[in-house]
């Protein structure tokens, strides 16, 4: 999902930000209201969101960093103390309608939700559970509902309600951008970029550099994390058992180098990712990440059915991020009959929500 911040003649400092949400929040209105929080990446957006719940101790929050639009009704459900179902079936009006305690609700790093980077579930946040609250609440409610976004301008030009768009932020790619003339550093960056989980084991790093056509090993890698710019821009983790994880600092950068790829070139990368980490040979790590982001690759390769119809690759997938694959790859696109792909689908109205991988196999 691509999305960028409208400029705005009227963007505050932070302090200023919550100074006038928290005004907004204690104006005696009588109905509910709604404001989005818009802004750069490191303007301050979610420190404001939690200063307001520290202020407000009865507030609702909700991060949707990571979570599908599903768990994120699911967790507001709970923290508003309404019953949840299993799943919402793409549907949280009854749930909005049940509110009646007048709440502060804040729903954090909207534009962050799902696990993959090729994904819809910002967009399902804001279309399923955002619009919920404010289409089908009580009439006669005071709810006050903050919602951070990445445009605020754009959300209010959508959907109404009123904006705070803070000033500052950092740059993704800090100056001097990433040097052309060093085909290593660029092909490193983009690959990391490209990749569909924002963590990645240091031999997958490797493999993706290939898949975008520049062979670089993982002890040039290793060597590129500790020099400059890079040891500016990505971080290096372990995943507890000894294998290096690696990630860009800030998820702003991924997200920037994505968009200035031609679509046709990252479509190939993405493609040969697919076929080399669908080999029965893969290494743990190739699993490992195979499982978090493979279906990914394919969504953005269209190549979504295509894997689907792969049941070895299928199951080393996890359910979870092939349900967010398949949200992305068939947005707006007919389904075609009698495969995979309709079954699916129709698992993904009925609402099913799998407990485990071998429950997901089994269906």
Known sequence: ???????????????????????????????????????????????????????????????????????????????????????????????????????????????????????????????????????????????????????????????????????????????????????????ALRALALAEHRFVPLTVWSLLCSALGQDIPESRLDTLLGEAPVADWVHRADDGTGTALISFEQEATARQLRVQMPVEEAKSFHARGVTALSAADASNEMRWYAERALAGHAAAADQFEALLEDTEAVARVGYATLFEAFEAAFHGKPIPQGGTAARMHYLTRRGVQPSSQGEWLAL
Do not use: Y
């Open 1 to 187: 999902m691509t999305m960028t911040t409208t400029p705005s003649s009227e963007a505050l400092p932070a302090e200023l930000a919550l100074t006038r949400a928290l005004r907004w929040i204690d104006r005696p209105r009588d109905t509910s209201a709604w404001m989005w929080i818009g802004g750069r990446a490191g303007s301050g957006r979610t420190a404001l969101l939690r200063e307001v719940v520290a202020r407000h101790p009865g507030a609702v929050h909700v991060d949707c960093a990571g979570s599908s639009a599903e768990q994120v009704a699911r967790d507001l459900a709970t923290a508003l103390g309404i019953p949840a179902t299993e799943s919402f079936k793409g549907n949280f009006a009854a749930v909005a309608r049940q509110i009646t305690d007048d709440p502060i609700v804040v729903l954090a790093n909207t534009q962050w939700a799902g696990r993959l980077r090729t994904s819809r579930e910002p967009e399902r946040v804001l279309g399923q559970v955002a619009r919920a609250l404010i289409e089908h609440h009580r009439r006669g409610l005071r709810m006050r509902l903050l919602v951070e976004v990445d445009d605020g301008p754009g959300t209010v030009a959508e959907w109404r309600g009123r904006q705070l768009t803070l000033e500052g932020g950092f740059d993704p790619i800090p100056a001097p951008a990433a040097p052309d003339d060093d085909p290593t550093l660029s092909a």
